[in-house]
């Protein structure tokens, strides 16, 4: 079955950096646009940034650009999300999900798998 499996989060100071990874298994994550998405207690979850299939195409949420980046290790079936200038509002829980085919999308409707999620917490 299709797992997604995400790691790096952690509490961290505001000003500092966490690489995020997502590892997919049971799938041909080649073939599949990767997405990452965060929800915060009491809000609705968002869109962060997404990778085409290809590795063509880049979006990245106005939030978090020029903070955080996306990229892909077909190699290694892993999706990365390095963040950088970590802010308190940025406290979430991130999620991966991977898109058949997908260009980059913004929309959550669009992902078929999801990961568990994992914690960033960022202290003032």
């Known amino acids: 079955q299709v797992q997604l499996v995400e790691s790096g989060g952690g509490l961290v100071q505001a000003g500092g950096s966490l690489r995020l990874s997502c590892a997919a298994s049971g799938l041909t994550f080649s073939s599949y646009g990767m997405g990452w998405f965060r929800q915060a207690p009491g809000k609705e979850r968002e869109f962060v940034a997404a990778?085409?299939?290809?590795?063509?195409?880049?979006y990245v949420a106005d939030s978090v650009k020029g903070r955080f980046t996306i990229s892909r290790d077909n190699a290694k079936n892993t999706v990365y999300l390095q963040t950088n200038s970590l802010k308190p509002e940025d406290t979430a829980v991130y999620y991966c999900?991977?898109?058949?085919?997908?260009?980059?999308?913004?929309?959550?409707?669009?992902?078929?798998?999801w990961g568990q999620g994992t914690q960033v917490t960022v202290s003032s």
């Open positions: 990778i085409s299939w290809s590795g063509g195409r880049i």
């Open positions: 999900a991977a898109a058949y085919y997908g260009l980059g999308d913004r929309s959550p409707t669009r992902y078929t798998y």
